[in-house]
């Protein structure tokens, strides 16, 4: 099992930028690949992006490409998601997840992560 802990959330208007950190501890073999998902109330938890290990395949909800931005640094094993142009839409809590194999696509199916942090809220004003 990894240990994750996000931070960065908080309240921004539209228009503006958040980074979320999610902070792994564990074994490296479970973390090959890293994804942040997002529930909003009322609704199903969806998949936001993801990163395999050597950061190489990416992948991004249409609703967020062309503004989100995600990345990892293995040394601290982080994982970050710089959020840009924020929409009242993408209010939501943001999970960080990890997954310990390896794909050639980055899953979106949350049954295919292993190990989920407890969320930051992410709360963007119109």
């Known amino acids: 099992q990894v240990q994750l802990v996000e931070s960065g959330g908080g309240l921004v208007q539209a228009g503006g930028s958040l980074r979320l950190s999610c902070a792994a501890s564990g074994r490296a073999i479970d973390m090959y690949v890293m994804g942040w998902f997002r529930q909003a109330p009322g609704k199903d938890r969806e998949f936001v992006s993801g990163?395999?290990?050597?950061?190489?395949?990416?992948g991004f909800a249409d609703s967020v490409k062309g503004r989100f931005i995600i990345s990892r640094d293995n040394a601290k094993t982080t994982v970050y998601l710089q959020m840009n142009s924020l929409k009242p839409e993408d209010t939501a809590v943001y999970y960080c997840?990890?997954?310990?194999?390896?794909?050639?696509?980055?899953?979106?199916?949350?049954?295919?992560?292993?190990?989920w942090g407890q969320g930051t809220q992410v709360t963007v004003s119109s």
């Open positions: 990163i395999n290990w050597r950061g190489g395949v990416t």
């Open positions: 997840a990890a997954g310990a194999k390896t794909f050639s696509v980055i899953p979106t199916d949350s049954a295919l992560y292993n190990s």
